[in-house]
């Protein structure tokens, strides 16, 4: 069997990567596509971030509680809802952890 410690040491592994830079999360990415001035239907925003349709309308029930006030608006024939950030939380100082209690 090999240690697991001395696998992580061993010369050029990863020394001559170069720095990537920040990934987007994909709250940011929700965000950013709810943003838009159309917004972004359930279906386009699963697609793109990989999730199933309840798994998006449970983040964005999410962002409803984190403070982002959505709308979401039919555009009629027959065309699917369409939602999007008409307001964005003010910093109340509160943590993104959940269950995370305020200590003030």
């Known amino acids: ?3 697991k410690s001395t696998r992580s040491s061993e010369p050029g592994r990863g020394a ?3 720095p990537t830079s920040r990934r987007t999360s994909k709250k940011d990415q929700l965000i950013r596509m709810l943003s838009a001035k159309a917004g972004a239907e359930i279906g386009a925003v699963s697609k793109k ?3 199933q349709t309840h798994t998006t309308r449970a983040a ?3 962002l409803r ?3 982002f006030e959505l709308v979401g608006e ?3 024939d ?3 809802r369409r939602y999007r950030i008409v307001a964005r939380p003010a910093d109340t100082g509160k943590t993104d952890v959940p269950g995370a209690t305020d200590a003030r």
């Open 65 to 67: 509680k984190a403070g």
């Open 1 to 3: 069997m090999t240690d």
């Open 60 to 62: 964005l029930s999410g």
């Open 78 to 80: 027959g065309k699917p």
């Open 49 to 51: 971030l990989g999730w």
């Open 16 to 18: 001559n990567r170069a």
């Open 74 to 76: 039919t555009p009629g």
